[in-house]
């Protein structure tokens, strides 16, 4: 397979945009990546400077050279780095929400929508007040702003950098005067404050597992994925947290590993909490576990 730098009779070869996309799935299916096709579509939409569904309508069309020297830079890098496509490009769709993504930040994954729908399940419309813990690019605290639009949002975020990315995600999506943003541990700096709901995707992936994740997760920061040795540290500290933070009746809903969720749904019994909930991801494992603080309580 020859690449789309090569040279034919004595000049370069015309590479259409149809032509890249083929040669460039083989390439990344030889590199053992696999989402092949769509890794190659996106990357190429970017050196464009295009849509990726535009593509389809211009497969004839030649890249130019300038074209494919960028698109030949994105290209080296996902498969002998492993950089992440989101990472590459800059972006990631998430609930419907172009987001802006850096290595600040960790990727918003299809998985985490889960989190959102049991949210939005479990919250009718009206004036709300939602706190998400360790937001990250924002995706959580924006789509639930978005699909609640009289709830009042604060997000938590302890990395500076990765606060400003939410905040520029915020302002791109006309979101920001109903997403508060703080910087801070966890509830440290909402002490005080009692919210309608709490949801979060901490990190909860136990130290251990590092050798044996995808090389992509290299390029995203560790604090984002890393619990602490057992994997389940961070989701301790929010459910003991929690239910002083929770008005009566309000929710609780956290993001996990599949083979957490009994330990966090007898947790939240403890705890005290009702109607705990297990929801499951696209592919069918345990993703979200959520539960209810009392009307009762104070």
């Not at 979101?175 to 509830?187: C, T, Y």
């Not at 002490?191 to 949801?199: E, T």
Request: charged content about 30%; overall charge negative; hydrophobic content about 45%.
């Amino acid at each position: 397979m020859s690449a789309p730098v090569s040279t034919q009779s004595g000049g370069e070869k015309r590479w259409t945009v149809l032509e890249l996309i083929l040669w460039t799935t083989g390439y990344f299916q030889e590199k053992g990546i696999e989402s092949a096709r769509l890794d190659a579509e996106c990357l190429l939409a970017h050196a464009l400077g295009t849509e990726r569904l535009r593509l389809y309508l211009e497969f004839e069309k030649p890249a130019t050279p300038d074209e494919r020297a960028r698109y030949r830079e994105l290209v080296k890098r996902r498969a002998d780095e492993r950089v992440p496509v989101a990472l590459l490009t800059g972006a990631k769709e998430f609930w419907s929400l172009p987001l802006l993504v850096t290595p600040d930040v960790l990727v918003p994954r299809p998985d985490t929508e889960t989190l959102i729908e049991a949210a939005l399940h479990a919250l009718p419309d009206g004036e709300l007040s939602i706190l998400d813990l360790g937001t990250g690019s924002g995706a959580i605290a924006l789509a639930l702003a978005k699909e609640r639009a009289q709830a009042r949002v604060v997000a938590v975020e302890r990395s500076a950098a990765a606060l400003d990315v939410a905040r520029r995600n915020a302002e791109r999506l006309e979101l920001a005067e109903r997403v508060e943003l703080l910087q801070g541990d966890l509830f440290e700096p909402v002490a005080g404050r009692v919210f309608d709901a709490v949801v979060s995707n901490p990190p909860y992936l136990a130290e251990a597992e590092a050798a044996e994740l995808a090389l992509e997760l290299a390029h995203e920061p560790k604090e984002a994925l890393f619990a602490g040795p057992l994997g389940t540290e961070v989701l301790a500290r929010i459910v003991e947290a929690a239910p002083e933070q929770l008005r009566p009746g309000g929710w609780l809903a956290l993001e996990l590993a599949p083979a957490q969720a009994e330990t966090v749904t007898d947790w939240l019994d403890q705890a005290g909490f009702e109607s705990i909930e297990t929801h499951r991801d696209l592919g069918n494992r345990a993703r979200v576990v959520s539960g209810r603080k009392p009307r009762g309580e104070d």
